[in-house]
């Protein structure tokens, strides 16, 4: 090997290891190999093999050994001073970025009872994660979102029973199963059975969504199949006012079991029960406009949308639901 740089080496051609530079520079700075290994936590033996594949990629002899342990060449002397600024721009270069922190604004669409479930977790990881992020989150019905993302007023929203859109990107997140939902009995009542059919809800005082809600549509067609005609004495497009209506005693809904989620006495306010022929698919679809359209935050806030929808399913934390 040349004791000197080369003249016209070919550096585009170059493989070097960042790792390699930086083995070679702290062996240079403390004048011995086994020294430098112990300084960054690795093998002897690796140290040396890498700073012979650096030697030997540069074609140039950086160190030579002494009775006290190893000195830079003149071209080692050469590279260590260049290569001590490639180390403190990367270095710098890493801090830069773990420091950089992404900003701008995101919107978000929840149904009633998704934001009861998924709201809060997703303003939690969104703030952890991307603090410097603004988020703006609309709470309202599925056709209400649906007209909100086709004017381009919100960026994502949890949409029910959206199977694909010519506008949108669509993903069918999760699958949520449907409870016929009451008041429950006082003491010295009849008790409340856990598994009801559709005939059995005949003459049962209902409240409901609106006709046209995407809810309501699957169910009046449930109905329909069913040959039965529900007792609807109540069309309620709040799902606060709906529950209060529910937990009063005028009547009982058909709902996810979230909706009972904003009532700390939930065990005792109200009986659930399963709806043993409602054969239905509610699903939560997560609708966004094309990714061309989303901003980085909009797009982090997707990403993470997924990340918590998943991750409250598999822990057990959104109640009768499953990944689809």
């Not at 690795?42 to 093999?49: E, G, K, N, P, T």
């Not at 059975?193 to 005082?205: F, H, T």
């Not at 949308?305 to 499953?322: E, Y």
Request: hydrophobic share 45%; with cysteine.
């Amino acid at each position: 090997m040349s004791s000197s740089p080369i003249i016209g080496l070919p550096l585009g051609r170059l493989r070097l290891e960042l790792r390699q530079i930086r083995y070679f520079v702290r062996a240079a700075e403390l004048g011995s190999i086994s020294r430098a290994a112990t300084d960054l936590g690795a093998v002897q033996s690796a140290v040396s093999q890498h700073i012979t594949r650096l030697e030997t990629e540069l074609n140039v002899r950086l160190l030579r050994r002494t009775s006290r342990g190893v000195e830079p060449t003149e071209g080692g002397l050469a590279f260590l001073r260049e290569a001590q600024l490639i180390l403190r721009h990367t270095d710098q270069a890493c801090r830069a970025a773990q420091q950089a922190r992404l900003t701008g604004s995101a919107s978000v669409g929840f149904a009633p009872t998704t934001a009861c479930v998924l709201a809060l977790p997703f303003m939690r990881e969104m703030r952890a994660r991307f603090p410097d992020v603004r988020l703006h989150i609309v709470e309202g019905l599925s056709g209400q979102l649906a007209e909100l993302l086709n004017t381009r007023k919100i960026d994502v929203a949890v949409l029910f029973n959206v199977t694909k859109s010519l506008h949108w990107n669509v993903t069918q997140m999760l699958e949520e199963r449907l409870f016929l939902i009451s008041a429950r009995a006082q003491r010295g009542q009849q008790p409340q059975a856990d598994v009801a059919s559709l005939n059995d809800l005949r003459d049962v005082p209902l409240i409901l969504p609106t006709a046209g809600n995407g809810l309501r549509t699957i169910l009046d067609a449930a109905f329909e199949r069913s040959g039965t005609t529900p007792a609807v004495i109540a069309e309620v497009d709040s799902l606060a006012i709906l529950m209060d209506a529910v937990r009063s005693g005028l009547g009982a809904t058909i709902q996810p079991r979230a909706a009972m989620r904003r009532f700390p006495d939930a065990a005792e306010s109200f009986h659930f029960a399963e709806i043993a022929d409602l054969h239905v698919r509610h699903v939560n679809s997560l609708c966004s406009l094309g990714n061309e359209e989303l901003s980085p935050a909009a797009l982090a806030t997707l990403a993470t949308l997924k990340s918590c929808m998943r991750t409250l399913v598999g822990s057990g934390a959104w109640p009768d639901a499953s990944l689809t």
